[in-house]
Every structure is written in C-alpha cells, then in structure tokens.
C-alpha cells in the first residue's frame, strides 16, 4: 500500500508560518520602539547604543549608567541619565520616564573591583530591581548581558562550552563577579513570562574594541615596555574574544527576536525559542591567546617575530605574581597590582565556545573579524591617549 500521508514538517506550516512573518516584521522595520540601555557608557553598551543608532532600529534611546561622562553619543535620539540600578528608585523613575519598550542591561562593574560588595549590589540587587520595575510597568523586552564565566568551574580548560553545560554552584574557584553574573542570569531567565516580560541572556566572552580601557589597553602597554614578547605557557592554547560591536549586534539580534515572539500568536517552535533561554557570544573564530598581543604589536609598527618570544611556564610566573600580589598589599594597605596570578591563569588555558544556537536562534553572525577589529581598537587607543597628552 502507498502511504499518501503528507510528511510531518509540512503539517506545522500553519504554526510556523504565522511565527515567522512576525518574525520577518520586526526584522525588517527594525523598531523596538522606546530602548533603556543601561551601562550604555561601557565598553559593550556604549557599541549597543552606537549599533542601535546605525540600524535605525529605536525610536529613542535612554542611557542609564552611574556616570555618563565618557563615551556619549551627541544625537537627539540618544538621552542620558546618571544613576544606578542598585537604587530601584532611581530605576523605576529612569524607566517610566523613557516609556521603554525595551531593556538591554549591560551593566556590570570590572570584575576586579576591590569592593565584592559593589559587584553584588550591581550583578544580583541591581538586576533584581530592573526586573521588578520591568513587570510593574509592563514592559515587553529584557536582554541581559550575562558571562562565559558562569559555566567556568575553575581555572581548567572549556573545549567548545555549549548551553546544556550545567552552571557549577562557585564558578571560576568562588569568583564574586562569576557567580554574582550566574545569579543574576538566573534571575533574568526566572522572570521570563511574568506580566508578558520576555528575557534572554547573552554570555559573552573576552570583549574588545574601540573603548576597550582593559584588554587591548594592556596589550598595548606590554608591547609598549616590552613585556608582550614573554609568553605564559605554550602559547598555542586557542581562546575566544568577542569585538564589542559583535555582541552589540547580538544584543540587538536578541531583543528584535523577543519582540517578535511577545507580538505572535502562535506558540514559538522549541528549536526556535529566544525566551527564557541563554546564548553564548564570540566571534567565532578563537585564536592562541598571545596571538592578539602579537596582532596589538603590528597595529603599533612593533611586530614581534617567532624568534623573538620567551614561553615561560605558568606555575613559575604565578609564583612570582602572588609575591607582588602580597607585597603590593602590604604596600598600598590593601591594593591590587595590575596583573594577578588569577589574571596569568587565563592566559594559558583553553577558552572556546559553541555559538550554534546563537546563529540558529537569533540569526548572529560576527561582521567584524578579530583583525579588524584589533585594527579598530588600537586605532580607537592611539587618537584618544593623543587627546589626553594633549
């Protein structure tokens, strides 16, 4: 007997068609409407405010931020407004008065900030006031700029991390930035649903870029007094960096995705679903990790040659660094050197990605590879330090 029976794909045309041409709407009129990006003046928000602006995709744009002195954009669609997220009444005000439609908290403060308390009022107190504020005022979209770190158990190798990697309970040896990123992911993800409020959370890695003051800056200065020619470890291990404009455009990607899935009526097929769920974010092509030092070096006329680098084994180097570590603590009554044994650790390890799901789902593919993008980052570098000696 013939079986006449259509195939199965062909009987959920008529759920996933609906699907996407909601989808195709969001995508091509680009309008998420009145946009909150909060941490809009760092490195990662101030390229989501940049990218936003390029792709015509708000109709105004709210910056809220604990200090918007760097990195403002001189546009009429583009506001800015001084406070914090810890404070969920500076919160609230900041959000009912832009009548946002959307969210993109990209906050954080630097993973090595001396107060671990500040990390927590930020990572976990401060995310938990922009999600209630978000529901009471109802509004659709929360993207969440989470970490790699969060699937991190320790300073060991991540071969291609994928999101059914389970989340250890003390990522990266108790690390108060890892785990306070991995309770606030957590939170977003939770409040996905409530009062109609759709979240995802993005997990970057490494970022770089034009306003980097950390990565390429310190490249920069190693090349500069010559420490970029000595190498932890074999310096062959492959690591993952983001370019900051990438993961903008992810950002962007996901809360177009959100939008369009909160204005569908019919259900959103499993393989396809944003909501609820967390994506990995790099560049998609990892490098050996001093690689990018060496590329630092020839966008300053100082390229190092093969003959030239020192490898130099990890357990020597974090000896020396925890001597300075205390000595500097001892010194400065409670200061931090600029390069810590923890610091040295991630240099040598394996740190590579699995960012399938990001291009499956949000439709991410990186538009500026790590060579331009170091171009762009040092280029960024050289005309502002000029400015400043000025």
Same mark, same amino acid.
């Given at each position: 007997?013939?079986?006449?029976?259509?195939?199965?794909?062909?009987?959920?045309?008529?759920?996933?068609?609906?699907?996407?041409?909601?989808?195709?709407?969001?995508?091509?009129?680009?309008?998420?409407?009145?946009?909150?990006?909060?941490?809009?003046?760092?490195? %990662?928000?101030? @390229?989501? !405010?940049?990218?936003?602006?390029? +792709?015509?995709?708000?109709?105004?744009?709210?910056? $809220?931020?604990? =200090?918007?002195?760097?990195?403002?954009?001189?546009?009429?669609?583009?506001?800015?407004?001084?406070?914090?997220?810890?404070?969920?009444?500076?919160?609230?005000?900041?959000?009912?008065?832009?009548?946002?439609?959307?969210?993109?908290?990209?906050?954080?403060?630097?993973?090595?900030?001396?107060?671990?308390?500040?990390?927590?009022?930020?990572?976990?107190?401060?995310?938990?006031?922009?999600?209630?504020?978000?529901?009471?005022?109802?509004?659709?979209?929360?993207?969440?700029?989470?970490?790699?770190?969060?699937?991190?158990?320790?300073?060991?190798?991540?071969?291609?991390?994928?999101?059914?990697?389970? %989340?250890?309970? @003390?990522? !990266?040896?108790?690390?108060?930035? +890892?785990?306070?990123?991995?309770?606030?992911?957590? $939170?977003?993800? =939770?409040?996905?649903?409530?009062?109609?409020?759709?979240?995802?959370?993005?997990?970057?890695?490494?970022?770089?870029?034009?306003?980097?003051?950390?990565?390429?800056?310190?490249?920069?200065?190693?090349?500069?007094?010559?420490?970029?020619?000595?190498?932890?470890?074999?310096?062959?291990?492959?690591?993952?960096?983001?370019?900051?404009?990438?993961?903008?455009?992810?950002?962007?990607l996901c809360a177009?995705?959100?939008?369009?899935?909160?204005?569908?009526?019919?259900?959103?097929?499993?393989?396809?679903?944003?909501?609820?769920?967390?994506?990995?974010?790099?560049?998609?092509?990892?490098?050996?990790?001093?690689?990018?030092?060496?590329?630092?070096?020839?966008?300053?006329?100082?390229?190092?040659?093969?003959?030239?680098?020192?490898?130099?084994?990890?357990?020597?180097?974090?000896?020396?660094?925890?001597?300075?570590?205390?000595?500097?603590?001892?010194?400065?009554?409670?200061?931090?050197?600029?390069?810590?044994?923890?610091?040295?650790?991630y240099t040598a390890?394996?740190?590579?990605?699995?960012?399938?799901?990001?291009k499956k789902r949000?439709?991410?593919?990186?538009?500026?590879?790590?060579?331009?993008?170091?171009?762009?980052?040092?280029?960024?570098?050289?005309?502002?330090?000029?400015?400043?000696?000025?």
């Amino acid at each position: 007997m013939i079986n006449h029976a259509p195939p199965n794909f062909l009987k959920e045309i008529p759920i996933i068609i609906p699907f996407l041409s909601a989808l195709a709407v969001a995508l091509i009129m680009g309008d998420l409407g009145s946009v909150v990006v909060i941490g809009g003046c760092g490195l %990662l928000g101030h @390229h989501v !405010v940049q990218r936003l602006l390029d +792709s015509n995709a708000a109709t105004l744009i709210t910056v $809220l931020d604990v =200090s918007t002195s760097q990195n403002r954009i001189v546009n009429p669609k583009v506001r800015y407004t001084t406070g914090s997220i810890a404070s969920r009444a500076e919160t609230l005000t900041a959000l009912r008065t832009a009548q946002a439609k959307v969210i993109i908290n990209t906050a954080s403060p630097d993973p090595l900030h001396p107060v671990p308390q500040v990390l927590k009022d930020v990572n976990i107190t401060g995310t938990q006031n922009v999600l209630d504020c978000a529901i009471e005022l109802g509004i659709k979209i929360h993207v969440y700029t989470s970490s790699s770190e969060v699937v991190q158990h320790a300073y060991d190798d991540i071969i291609w991390a994928n999101e059914t990697w389970p %989340l250890p309970e @003390h990522p !990266v040896n108790g690390s108060v930035y +890892s785990r306070s990123k991995q309770i606030g992911e957590e $939170l977003v993800l =939770s409040a996905n649903g409530k009062n109609g409020l759709r979240t995802a959370a993005l997990r970057p890695c490494t970022i770089f870029g034009e306003g980097d003051r950390v990565l390429t800056k310190h490249c920069i200065d190693m090349v500069n007094d010559g420490r970029a020619k000595f190498h932890v470890g074999t310096g062959r291990n492959l690591y993952d960096f983001v370019y900051a404009g990438n993961a903008a455009d992810a950002h962007i990607l996901c809360a177009k995705k959100l939008l369009a899935e909160s204005e569908s009526e019919m259900p959103v097929p499993e393989d396809l679903r944003v909501s609820g769920e967390a994506f990995f974010i790099t560049n998609g092509d990892p490098w050996p990790f001093w690689e990018f030092s060496r590329a630092v070096a020839m966008e300053l006329g100082k390229p190092i040659a093969d003959k030239e680098i020192w490898t130099i084994p990890l357990g020597v180097v974090c000896f020396f660094a925890v001597v300075v570590e205390w000595v500097t603590w001892v010194v400065t009554a409670g200061g931090r050197p600029s390069i810590t044994a923890d610091m040295l650790k991630y240099t040598a390890e394996v740190r590579t990605f699995d960012i399938g799901k990001s291009k499956k789902r949000l439709g991410y593919e990186p538009r500026v590879g790590i060579e331009e993008g170091v171009k762009r980052a040092v280029a960024w570098h050289l005309v502002n330090s000029a400015k400043t000696e000025n």
